[in-house]
């Protein structure tokens, strides 16, 4: 069975500054990918970013960029130049059979 | 526009009392799935669909049905609504798996509150 970890409840941060979120996975997969979402205050699911397990770069998306280290099991994903946007519930997931598996997920709060 | 909608997006029942979420995408996807998110669980996955009539069990189906009549709908029913069905649903879709792409899209999601 696949399992997601998200260690950091909340994280704060202030604008403009840079942020890691982290993430460790396990899985008996040698094929799976890794996902980032976004939830914000009104609920909705916002994908950030996909790295697969076989993709030799680290995944970027703008100012999402995730720091995929296979060998330790973690897909941590970086914000750069946090918004106070970027306010929100963060979810690391990953491919399971027929379905994502998700962790708890961390809160990041942007200050001003 | 490709999207997933779910309709209602609120919704205040009373145990027992029957009720369906629908959910419909427009991106002729053959995967469709349904989750339900709790405060400190994340989400997890209550059933899917492969395709039109195929449907299985995903973690916790227990007093959830599905149906999946055409491709694009696939409705949640609860038959009889219980205070611990409370939760926040959202359906999902995506390519068939095999098409190596696991990008779930989600629709915008369904609060329920049952009382």
């Known amino acids: 069975a696949q399992k997601i970890t998200q260690t950091q409840p909340g994280m704060f941060v202030q604008e403009k500054e840079a942020v890691t979120l982290d993430c460790t996975y396990d899985?008996?997969?040698?094929?799976?990918?890794l996902f980032w979402y976004k939830q914000p205050s009104s609920g909705e699911m916002i994908f950030l970013i996909y790295?697969?397990?076989?993709?030799?770069q680290n995944a970027t998306e703008g100012r999402y960029s995730l720091n995929f280290q296979k060998a330790r099991k973690s897909a941590n994903l970086v914000i750069s130049a946090s918004q106070l946007g970027d306010s929100a519930m963060y979810f690391c997931?990953?491919?399971?059979?027929?379905?994502?598996?998700f962790g708890t997920g961390t809160r990041l709060l942007v200050s001003p | 526009e490709a999207q997933v909608t779910q309709n209602p997006r609120y919704l205040i029942t009373v145990t027992g009392k029957k009720l369906t979420v629908t959910c419909s995408q427009n991106?002729?996807?053959?995967?469709m799935s349904w989750y339900r998110q709790d405060p400190g669980l994340g989400l997890r996955q209550i059933y899917y669909?492969?395709?039109?009539?195929?449907?299985d069990k995903g973690d916790v189906p227990e007093g959830y049905k599905v149906s999946r009549k055409e491709k694009r709908n696939f409705p949640l029913i609860l038959e009889s609504p219980s205070p611990n069905q409370t939760s926040l649903y959202f359906c999902?879709?995506?390519?068939?798996?095999?098409?190596?792409?696991?990008?779930?899209?989600f629709g915008p999601g369904t609060r329920l509150t049952v009382t």
């Open positions: 899985t008996s997969d040698q094929s799976y990918g």
């Open positions: 669909s492969m395709n039109v009539e195929v449907t």
């Open positions: 991106m002729n996807h053959e995967y």
């Open positions: 997931a990953i491919t399971g059979f027929q379905k994502l598996v």
């Open positions: 999902a879709s995506s390519l068939s798996r095999t098409s190596g792409n696991y990008e779930q899209y």
């Open positions: 790295q697969g397990s076989y993709d030799e």
